[in-house]
């Protein structure tokens, strides 16, 4: 399954000292880059699921609008990991799952990658602030689609 976005993409999206803290388990200092090849992985497949029924997810997987929302997943998901999810980078979230929900239902649809059209995507890469409040969160089962809060 071909991802929608790379390691080397998030690196030059987030700081290498964000991606240490939230996938560094062994406490080595270094990006644990099979955690977040994983996690990149996860969060393509978890998009796919959104536009399966649409479009093949070989034609939309040529960067763009799909390379954001996966970059701004695998970082809510690497943060799932550590418990904590900053605000804002939950309402992104949010808001990239509702595009989704959208493109799933025929609302909205993915931009042409063959044009220069743009979609409005909330980008957190350029709001980033990983010391402010945050929402605890729980990993759920393999097969959940959706995120919960901590009761």
Known sequence: MANFTTLANMKVRYDDRTLIKLSDDAGAGLIASACVNAIITKATGYIKRYISKRYSTSAAASGGALESICEEVTLVMLHQRRGLVPQNIW?????????????????????????????????????????????????????SDDYQENP
């Open 91 to 143: 309402e992104n979230h949010r808001a990239n799952v509702q595009y989704l929900e959208d493109v799933m239902n025929g609302i909205a649809d993915l931009p042409d990658q063959s044009t220069s059209e743009d979609v409005f995507l909330p980008n957190i890469a350029d709001n980033y602030n990983d010391s402010g409040a945050g929402i605890l969160m729980e990993f759920l089962d393999e097969d």
